[in-house]
């Protein structure tokens, strides 16, 4: 199985900050990768597709870059509603997998 | 709008056998690839398997396949999961998603506990 780790598991930011959120993959994965955000007490929704695809809907802050084993999600100025917990995703091959998430909260 | 609305969760002994109902709308359920992903308390994500638009091939998380099925239903627009022979660790939420690569649409979820 292909592993996803994400770093750093918290991250501790002040509004009007821009952030990168890790995801590094065990193995290469090309650009079969991709993002979601889970606010609490809530289901997951896609941010970006295919590591750097933007989703219809989907604020313009929010970015994606990688390929192969190292990817970046990147918020441009944290707004409050972005205090979420962010996974990763491949679908480069079965099973699908998640990373372990990173958790962006308030400083 | 598309909705996609889990059922069928509660409190299960272990061993027992439990069968989760997701009803879509707001699209054509027979053109997607189906797929169900899990939750577990602690928050780690696990795919569990999808399900092609025509019924025509499912893939499972190894782990999980000699105890859970998929199947569908088009025609009531229903996507289901069959568990069997559960056990403490398949307690979570479980969510009904659409697609087979990107889970572009998810449901509420519906919580399962496996406890005695």
């Known amino acids: 199985d292909i592993v996803l780790t994400q770093s750093p598991a918290t991250l501790s930011v002040t509004p009007g900050e821009s952030v990168s959120l890790s995801c590094r993959a065990s193995?290469?994965?090309?650009?079969?990768k991709h993002w979601y955000q889970q606010k609490s007490n809530e289901s997951p929704r896609l941010l970006i597709k295919?590591?750097?695809q933007s989703i219809s809907g989907i604020p313009s802050r929010f970015s994606g870059s990688g390929s192969g084993t190292d990817f970046t999600l990147s918020i441009n100025r944290v707004e409050s509603e972005d205090f979420s917990v962010y996974y990763c995703?491949?679908?480069?091959?079965?099973?699908?997998?998640f990373g372990g998430g990173t958790k962006l909260e308030l400083k | 709008e598309v909705q996609l609305v889990e059922s069928g969760g509660g409190l299960v002994q272990p061993g027992a056998s439990l069968k989760l109902s997701c009803v879509a709308s707001?699209?054509?359920?027979?053109?997607?690839?189906m797929s169900w992903v899990r939750q577990t308390p602690g928050k780690t994500m696990e795919w569990i398997g999808d399900?092609?638009?025509?019924?025509?091939?499912?893939n499972y998380a190894p782990s999980l396949k000699n105890r859970f099925t998929i199947s569908r239903d088009n025609a009531k627009s229903t996507l289901y999961l069959q568990m069997s022979n559960v056990r403490s660790e398949d307690t979570a939420t479980y969510y009904c998603?659409?697609?087979?690569?990107?889970?572009?649409?998810w449901g509420q979820g519906v919580m399962v506990t496996v406890s005695s």
């Open positions: 998603t659409r697609g087979v690569t990107t889970f572009d649409y």
């Open positions: 707001g699209f054509t359920v027979s053109d997607y690839w």
């Open positions: 399900f092609k638009y025509d019924g025509s091939y499912t």
């Open positions: 193995q290469g994965i090309s650009t079969s």
């Open positions: 295919y590591a750097s």
């Open positions: 995703q491949q679908s480069y091959s079965l099973p699908r997998t």
